[in-house]
């Protein structure tokens, strides 16, 4: 895993989605959402040495704000954790331990 802080971060994720899926953690309900299962898939088969899509680079946003418009407008898709409907959203860290779990079981 890699982290990488950037000043102009759109466009860094303008330029990274030429080898990685570039995710935005948000609430958006204007734009299609993927869950955390896209997060899996992206690493060679057991059988191959070829890797079989392109790895994905998460953003997240802080707890009070979330990702500016204009992060959020670079990434290729918004993705949500499915939940029970009781809480609107997770806490950064909650967030994060997820995501990482998904990208590293998957």
């Known amino acids: 895993m890699t982290l990488e802080r950037a000043p102009a971060l759109p466009a860094l994720l303008k330029r990274l989605r030429t080898s990685h899926r570039v995710f935005g953690t948000a609430l958006d309900q204007t734009r299609p959402t993927v869950d955390a299962g896209a997060l899996t898939g992206w690493?060679?088969?057991?059988?191959?040495?070829?890797?079989?899509?392109?790895p994905p680079a998460v953003i997240l946003g802080n707890e009070e704000d979330g990702i500016p418009p204009a992060t959020l407008a670079a990434c290729e898709a918004v993705l949500t954790i499915p939940g029970s409907g009781r809480v609107q959203s997770l806490n950064v860290a909650a967030t994060a331990a997820i995501l990482i779990h998904a990208m590293a079981t998957g």
């Open 43 to 54: 690493r060679a088969s057991p059988n191959s040495k070829m890797q079989t899509a392109k």
